[in-house]
Every structure is written in C-alpha cells, then in structure tokens.
C-alpha cells in the first residue's frame, strides 16, 4: 500500500472528484478525513446519478478508516475547527487534498460581485485558508504533501471570470508554496482535470458535453478515479522528487494548445 496509515485531509471530499480521490487513498491505506459543507454526495442529472451512500462509509467497506468533519473552506473558523479535530482525532496531517471547488457560471456581464466573491472565496482563498492552517503540522510529517486540484481553465479562457482566474492562481500559489516548505522535505502540486463525470457539470447542456468529448483524444471523458489515481502519486513516495509542477490530467484535451 503507497499512502499506509498516513493522515490525509481532502476537502470536498464528499462528492465528485474529492470521492474519487478518498477512494484511491482508501485503497492505498490512508487515514482520511473528509471535509466538506455536507456529507450526503451529490447527484447529478447527467454524472453520478446513483451515487447515494457517504464517502466515509464507502471508506469503511474498503477496511480504511476515517472520519466526517463539515467544513465550509470559505470560513476561517470552521477550517481550524477542521484542523484541531483531525489532530485531536489522528495526531497529525501528512497530506493536504485541496479539493473544494464550486463554479457558477456566467460571463463578467453576468456574473455578480457577490459570486464572484463566492467563487474566488473557495477556489482561492480557501485554498490559501487550509494551505495555511494545515502548513505547522505538514512540515512536521516524515512525508508531508499538499496536493492541489485547479483545472485545466486555469491555463485559458471559458469557464467565467471568476473561475478561470482563481484556478490560474491556484497554480501560481502551488510555486510559491512549494519555494516556501521545500527545506522541510514537504511536496506542493497541482492536478489540472479536463472534463470529469460529476455532478458539478449540471450546468451544461448535452450539447456542451458532446463537445467536450469530441476535443478529447482518448474517445471518453475522465472519471473521478482518473484524478484519484495521478493524486496517489503525488502522495506517494514515488514522487518525493516532483514540487511546483501542474499535471494535466485530461486525455489529451489541451493537447493541441
């Protein structure tokens, strides 16, 4: 197993691609815990339309352990709450999932301040709130690891103001944070996913989707697994080597970029 017993926080965890990604530690051996506004998953309408049993209890039928911590990423206080609990609960963080994403579409004509406050308060200042928080008990792990989702509209156009840039400075933060704790031995990246089979995607059309599968090479679009399997690896030994870098994980879709 190539994450045993090792404490890892994943936020949004109950749901799309945090799921994906708890499950693959769960299959590695990690102690999990899930942080997210809800433990219920979401259902989508196209994605994930079954999907009906808590990523916790998932975690337990594969024989892993963790736990269920509500936290909004958004809220200082609910993020030490989230914090305190897991140490209390396991005596450390090894690894950092920072997962919790919400869109909202809309052009800048569309879009409102106060969603665009909304997006960038959980895409991005979340993200920094965790980082932050965690960061005094990462640098303590034998194998301390942060692991960042953005996307891959972090490196174009297309998705709304709000998103695109909060997950562009996402991948800036993850350089910037990876230069600060590379001298205790701790790894930052990123995973930029193309389209992944959740029920974040309920906002599109079947139109939209269609597309998205004609501009991927591979001929499918990705599942939560394919994002859970590239952050193994980065939690893994096997990348003690790799920090400051973006992984695109998206069958080839910016390929031709």
Known sequence: MLLKNRISIITGGSSGIGRGIALEFAR???KIVIADKQETPLQGKYHEKDVTTPTTQEIQNLGADSIYI???VSDESEVKNLMRKTVEHYGGIDILVNNA???IPG???DISIADWDRVVGVNLRGVFMTTKLAMPYIIKSDYGRIIQIASIH?????AGPAYASAKAAVVNMTRDTALE???HGVTVNTICPGYIETAIQDYLTPEDIQSSLEKTPMGRLGLPKDIGRAAVFFASDDSEWITGTSLLVDGGACAKT
């Not at 972090?154 to 297309?158: L, M, Q, S």
């Open 181 to 183: 704790v590379g001298k």
């Open 28 to 30: 590695e051996g990690a």
């Open 101 to 103: 994403g919400i869109h």
């Open 107 to 109: 052009e800048s004509q």
């Open 70 to 72: 509500q936290t909004d």
């Open 154 to 158: 972090a490196f174009g156009g297309g």
